[in-house]
């Protein structure tokens, strides 16, 4: 079977769907399907990672990056059996441009576009909320959602959301992602208490409300890891809040640099608006470490087993919850060194085998 993984972030990229599209490409390709990923980069060029071919789109404006990006659609894909989008706008318009008739389109949705965009320039409602204020956007969704032949969500809870907000969704299924390996280590707290945000630096992240929550804690120190367009406003308010001696920017870390990472810190906490299918929090809970996570989340149940689930929209809500764990940490620290839950790359193979064979 030929499968195109379209995407709109890749690895070096950090982020939760490039490190998806790397690990479903890899599992495809040891079945013996021909993969080939396209994503954007900062120059066109073509290369390979492992057994499949990756070719990169460069990022210009983005109208003239969709029609480059439908053109190596066109070229790549047109004789494919499925074109799997991972970005229902930066890959899906590209996507329709490219008027592409043989393969069967999936689209998986493990974020909101529109949603994103609003509190990247400053809103703060959840993605609940948001949909409640019946913004215009909707309608524009709505018709690049109609030109897929499926949706593979990422959560039901994002499933459930679309099928209350959008009519006559093409067929549509759940798929979980993998749980990452590791053997949970049982964590003893530091003095002064260590927390780790580790993600990218975007509007839905909630970041400010973390660094005005460490201002009113001050027996606590922060380390962000990751990169993102608001890094850079990021470490101005860490200076006017005259928090540089408590609050550390590092670079992005992975494979065995990030578990060793996991092992340096107290509390792994994501205070997002939203935090839809956070890979991250299912990487530090592998590894031992206890997670505070925004209660609305799309992880199921058995999924947020020895993570730590509250409101942490606001500094007080957030400093609140920061207490909290840091009273309780020793029941927390023990809850998150049980065994987790196990999911394989190879169990993500197999179901989306399952539907692309349904699909043809």
Known sequence: MKIVLATGIYPPDIG???????????????????????????????????????????????????WRYARALRKHAKNADILYAFSSVSCGVPMIL????????????????????????????????????????????????????????????????????????????????????????????????????????????NLSMLLHAVLKFPGVRLTLIGAGPMEKSLKQETERLLLSQRVT???????????????????????????ISPNVALEA???????????????????????????LKTPIEITRAIAEASTQYELLAAQAAEPAPRRTWQDVQEEHMALFQRLL
């Not at 956007?137 to 709505?142: D, L, V």
């Not at 390996?181 to 945000?197: A, V």
């Not at 470490?289 to 689930?309: A, D, N």
């Open 98 to 205: 490219a008027r592409l008739k043989h393969p069967k389109k999936v689209l998986r949705l493990g974020g909101d576009f529109f949603w994103e965009r609003y509190t990247d320039r400053g809103g703060t409602l959840s993605l609940a909320e948001w949909y409640k204020s019946k913004p215009w956007s909707k309608c524009i969704m709505q018709w690049i959602l109609r030109k897929f032949d499926h949706i593979a969500f990422s959560t039901r809870f994002q499933q459930e959301l679309y099928l209350r907000w959008y009519r006559q969704l093409p067929g549509h299924s759940v798929l979980e992602n993998a749980l990452p390996e590791g053997t949970p280590r049982l964590h003893e707290k530091h003095l002064p208490f260590h927390l780790l945000f580790m993600g990218r630096f975007v509007g839905f992240k």
């Open 285 to 311: 809970r592998a590894a031992g470490l206890p997670v505070l996570l925004s209660s609305e989340t799309g992880l199921s149940k058995e999924l947020t087993s020895g993570m730590t689930l509250t409101e």
């Open 249 to 275: 920017f590092l670079e992005s870390v992975q494979g065995e640099e990030k578990q060793e990472v996991f092992q340096e810190y107290d509390l792994l906490i994501l205070p997002s608006l939203t935090e």
């Open 16 to 66: 939760g769907p490039a490190t998806y599209v790397r690990e479903l490409a890899r599992e495809l390709a040891s079945q013996g399907n021909e993969v080939i990923v396209i994503t954007y980069g900062r120059n066109e060029q073509q290369n390979t990672d492992g057994r499949w071919a990756v070719y990169r789109v460069r990022r210009w404006a983005p109208v003239f990056r969709w």
